[in-house]
């Protein structure tokens, strides 16, 4: 039986540049934008419909993700609770997107445009 000895750190001495290349679709900071829009505390799920049929789950946010050598530029549509500090979720909003988009990819958000396409009620508690 022969056997194979891998290093335990098969790149040690060789620095980021002679490993290869790390590219991230936008489609997966669109994804990280819109889970982290959910997230945050102030957003409010809205159901989706296609000619006055509902299809799919309800969800809080849409982003459009567009990656430069300047960084990163998120467009973002959101619907918010209503009643609630509209300014002080959306500050909330761009914080966590760009800590988190940070965290996880390593890229710098270089922008992040907001728009509230809803103010929703909470839903009463003997209506569904």
Known sequence: MKTCVVPATPFAGTGPGERGR???DPSVLRKLTERTAELT?????????????????????????TITAKGVDVRLEVALRYPGPVGATVEALRSRITDEIRRITGYQVRSIAVTVTALLPEPSPGLR
């Open 22 to 24: 790390l590219t991230i």
């Open 41 to 65: 505390p102030g957003t409010r799920p809205v159901p989706r419909s296609v000619a006055g049929v509902g299809v799919g789950t309800p969800t809080a946010a849409t982003a459009k993700v």
